[in-house]
């Protein structure tokens, strides 16, 4: 039960971890958050990303996409399952920035990610994120609310 606990926890400060990263527009702390192998599914650009080489360039992309002002990155309601070496967790996700003025853009996402226990630690093996969208329309749904 306490090793349990423990993973859990591991976790849960592996996802806090790498939003921080991201908030901080820390490139090499956020891949350092991702098993070499990594399949990703984001919500924007490409169907899929296999391996950190190709998941690293999108991240840049990403990253220069946002104004000089803050990166916004907050994970909501997250729940952890872990099984052994194996773990899930899923959460939303308050994404966008905060513009010169102050403005914020943001939308809501969801996210799931699958991890694997190391001997370094837990990584991310998969991570998905999407959004929800009309499917009459096909545009996304960013501003529903939890």
């Given at each position: 039960m306490k090793e349990q606990t423990t993973n859990t926890a591991e976790v849960r400060q592996l996802v806090e971890r790498w939003a921080e990263a991201a908030r901080n527009k820390d490139l090499d702390a956020v891949m350092a958050c991702y098993l070499p192998e990594v399949v990703a599914f984001d919500a924007i650009l490409a169907l899929q990303f296999r391996g950190t080489d190709r998941y690293r360039k999108h991240w840049e992309h990403c990253?220069?996409?946002?104004?000089?002002?803050?990166?916004?990155?907050?994970?909501?309601?997250?729940?952890?399952?872990?099984?052994?070496?194996?773990?899930?967790?899923?959460?939303?996700?308050?994404?966008?920035?905060?513009?010169?003025?102050?403005?914020?853009?943001?939308?809501?996402?969801?996210?799931?990610?699958?991890?694997?226990?190391?001997?370094?630690?837990?990584?991310?093996?998969?991570?998905?994120?999407?959004?929800?969208?009309?499917?009459?329309?096909?545009?996304?749904?960013?501003?529903?609310?939890?």
């Open positions: 990253l220069e996409l946002m104004p000089a002002g803050q990166f916004i990155l907050e994970v909501h309601d997250m729940e952890v399952e872990v099984d052994g070496s194996l773990a899930f967790a899923h959460y939303l996700s308050r994404c966008g920035c905060r513009d010169d003025q102050g403005k914020e853009e943001t939308g809501w996402m969801r996210a799931t990610v699958c991890c694997r226990k190391t001997p370094a630690g837990w990584r991310i093996a998969h991570e998905h994120y999407s959004v929800p969208f009309d499917p009459q329309n096909g545009n996304a749904l960013t501003g529903l609310e939890r």
